[in-house]
């Protein structure tokens, strides 16, 4: 039969048969609603910050002019409607790099040249990949991580993402032992690596990065001469001590400004996070290599921002008393939903990470298996998504290294919903400590029933093969 379809197309790395995703079609399927559907399940599989949507929405009411293109008593809809080329609104930058500044707590300088706008940091990671590795070529990744990084850095690039296994006896942080440990897999499978991908602050732990880790990956770099990408797109999501440290600044405090390490550390940024704006899809790249930053910015024409986009928010950005009272408020408000998640699920007898960072907290339940393995792993969330009506993301989706871990988000519902989620949990454990007996909590539609028949199936799919492919 002919192939009508390219092989790229067809190819099974993208990895939208993770639990990740498929949890969120669950959750479409039957979409919690405290009126239409109170039975449904609530979506906490979403790292989306929805809780200083008030302070933007009445910059936006205050600012009528921005809106409808008018500026100095004229029309801007006609510059921004036309053809714009691939380095962006220079005014954008300007404000951007100030911004980028402002949530590490100025320890950084940023230049606009060093600056590739992407839609969103999805693009601006893979196009990294593609600057950075040739197909076959290898990061090395500290698990667990994000689970869109397999479809980001992996799908069209070709490239290959090799674990550095880290464990929760010492809350996953980063060592020596694991960096060479990974190296050397990588050596084994005759992969060339090209560099390490860190998270910073941490998707799915929610926690920042020490200096120490940073110092122990920037040696580590050093020595093995590659390179260091470090996804920033939680700094302005850090909410307690410890502060924040950006890669930069741990590179400007060993004062290695000069040295070439400088030219191989590379960070990614958005505003999805840290303003709340994913459907917006700004995203960038930042580094101090001048070819990297002009190879990108050729490659960036294939994700551009919309022009009224970047007008809009080079206005929003510009008002620097708005965006710091923003960036106060909105930690305030994570700090208090954080504490919501992590003492709810307390009442519970259920602990979580201690974290300082994110809109997620990762969550020991590694008590409610049945066995320590990631079958179980994989039965207790199908318990989770279906009888309790909570979609969690399973650690095994991150690639987590020990079963029973699960991610946990808090920022992207009101408050009466979570707290429905935390009654829930507890009734789930309360009602009866053998979790097995349980009886479905809903009966919304037919093709529920259904689908409690085929759910089966994919368990039995996903417990063979989530969160193992690498290792
Ligand atoms: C660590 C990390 N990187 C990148 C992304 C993608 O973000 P964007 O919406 O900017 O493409 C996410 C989204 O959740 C993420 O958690």
Same mark, same amino acid.
């Given at each position: 039969?002919?192939k009508?379809?390219?092989?790229?197309?067809?190819?099974?790395?993208?990895?939208?048969d993770s639990?990740y995703?498929?949890g969120w079609?669950?959750y479409?399927k039957n979409?919690y609603d405290?009126?239409?559907?109170?039975?449904g399940?609530?979506?906490?599989?979403?790292?989306?910050n929805?809780?200083?949507?008030?302070?933007?929405?009445?910059?936006l009411?205050?600012n009528q002019?921005?809106?409808q293109?008018?500026e100095?008593?004229?029309?801007m809809?006609?510059?921004?409607?036309?053809?714009?080329?691939y380095?962006g609104?220079?005014?954008?930058?300007?404000?951007?790099?100030s911004?980028?500044a402002?949530i590490?707590?100025?320890?950084v300088k940023?230049?606009p040249?060093?600056l590739?706008?992407?839609?969103?940091?999805?693009?601006?990671?893979?196009?990294?990949?593609?600057?950075?590795?040739e197909?076959?070529?290898?990061?090395?990744?500290?698990?667990?991580?994000?689970?869109?990084?397999?479809?980001d850095?992996?799908?069209?690039?070709?490239?290959?993402?090799?674990p550095?296994q880290?464990y929760?006896?010492?809350n996953f942080?980063?060592?020596?032992s694991?960096?060479?440990?990974?190296y050397e897999?990588?050596?084994k499978?005759?992969l060339?690596?090209?560099g390490?991908?860190?998270?910073?602050?941490?998707n799915p732990?929610?926690?920042?990065?020490?200096?120490?880790?940073?110092?122990?990956?920037?040696t580590?770099a050093m020595?093995?001469?590659?390179?260091?990408?470090?996804d920033? %797109?939680?700094?302005?999501?850090?909410f307690? +001590?410890?502060?924040?440290? *950006?890669? !930069? /600044?741990? $590179?400007?405090?060993?004062?290695?400004?000069?040295?070439?390490?400088?030219?191989?550390?590379?960070?990614v940024s958005?505003l999805?996070k840290d303003?709340?704006?994913?459907?917006?899809r700004v995203?960038?790249?930042?580094?101090?290599n001048?070819?990297?930053i002009?190879?990108?910015?050729k490659?960036?024409?294939?994700?551009?921002?919309?022009?009224?986009?970047?007008?809009?928010?080079s206005?929003?950005?510009g008002?620097?008393?708005?965006i710091?009272?923003?960036?106060?408020?909105?930690k305030?408000?994570? %700090?208090?939903?954080?504490?919501m998640?992590a +003492?709810?699920?307390?009442? *519970?007898? !259920? /602990?979580? $990470?201690?974290?300082?960072?994110?809109?997620?907290?990762?969550?020991d339940?590694r008590?409610?298996?049945?066995?320590?393995?990631?079958?179980?792993e994989m039965e207790l969330?199908?318990?989770i998504?279906?009888?309790?009506?909570l979609?969690?993301?399973p650690?095994?989706?991150?690639?987590?290294?020990?079963?029973?871990?699960?991610?946990?988000c808090?920022a992207?519902?009101s408050?009466?919903t979570?707290?429905?989620?935390?009654?829930?949990?507890?009734?789930f454990?309360n009602?009866?400590?053998?979790?097995?007996?349980q009886?479905p909590?809903?009966?919304?539609?037919?093709?529920g029933?259904?689908?409690?028949?085929?759910?089966a199936?994919?368990?039995v799919?996903?417990?063979?093969?989530?969160?193992?492919r690498?290792?």
């Open positions: 039969m002919l009508m379809l390219s092989k790229m197309a067809m190819c099974k790395s993208h990895g939208q639990s995703f498929i079609q669950e479409e979409p405290p009126l239409q559907n109170p039975s399940i609530i979506q906490m599989g979403l790292a989306e929805q809780l200083s949507f008030d302070l933007l929405e009445s910059w009411t205050r002019d921005v809106i293109f008018r100095n008593g004229g029309s809809f006609r510059d921004l409607a036309l053809f714009q080329d380095h609104l220079q005014a954008f930058k300007n404000v951007l790099v911004f980028m402002e590490r707590r100025k320890k940023f230049d040249k060093n590739v706008l992407t839609a969103g940091s999805t693009s601006a990671n893979e196009t990294l990949i593609f600057c950075l590795a197909p076959g070529e290898a990061l090395l990744i500290p698990t667990p991580y994000y689970p869109g990084f397999d479809r850095l992996k799908w069209r690039t070709g490239a290959e993402i090799v550095i880290c929760s006896s010492n942080r980063i060592t020596e694991a960096l060479e440990e990974a897999q990588a050596q499978r005759n060339t690596v090209k390490v991908f860190i998270t910073n602050p941490s732990l929610g926690t920042t990065m020490s200096r120490n880790e940073l110092n122990i990956l920037i580590f020595t093995k001469n590659i390179h260091i990408v470090s920033e %797109i939680y700094a302005g999501t850090v307690d +001590s410890p502060k924040f440290v *950006s890669i !930069i /600044e741990a $590179l400007i405090d060993r004062k290695l400004e000069k040295s070439k390490m400088w030219n191989q550390v590379h960070i958005s999805s303003l709340g704006l994913p459907g917006f995203g960038m790249i930042y580094s101090n001048e070819t990297l002009a190879a990108a910015t490659m960036s024409s294939f994700g551009l921002i919309s022009s009224q986009t970047q007008y809009l928010l206005k929003i950005l008002d620097r008393r708005f710091k009272r923003y960036v106060k408020q909105n305030k408000q994570l %700090i208090h939903r954080r504490e998640l +003492s709810g699920l307390a009442n *519970s007898g !259920i /602990e979580c $990470l201690e974290s300082n960072a994110g809109l997620f907290c990762f969550v339940m008590d409610l298996l049945k066995s320590n393995t990631f079958e179980a969330w199908k318990k998504i279906f009888n309790v009506g979609n969690v993301s650690g095994s989706s991150c690639h987590c290294s020990e079963p029973g871990w699960f991610r946990v808090f992207n519902m408050k009466e979570l707290d429905l989620a935390m009654r829930r949990i507890n009734n454990i009602s009866d400590r053998d979790i097995h007996r009886q909590l809903r009966s919304v539609t037919a093709a029933s259904r689908r409690r028949r085929t759910i199936n994919w368990v799919k996903l417990s063979s093969g989530d969160g193992r690498d290792r």
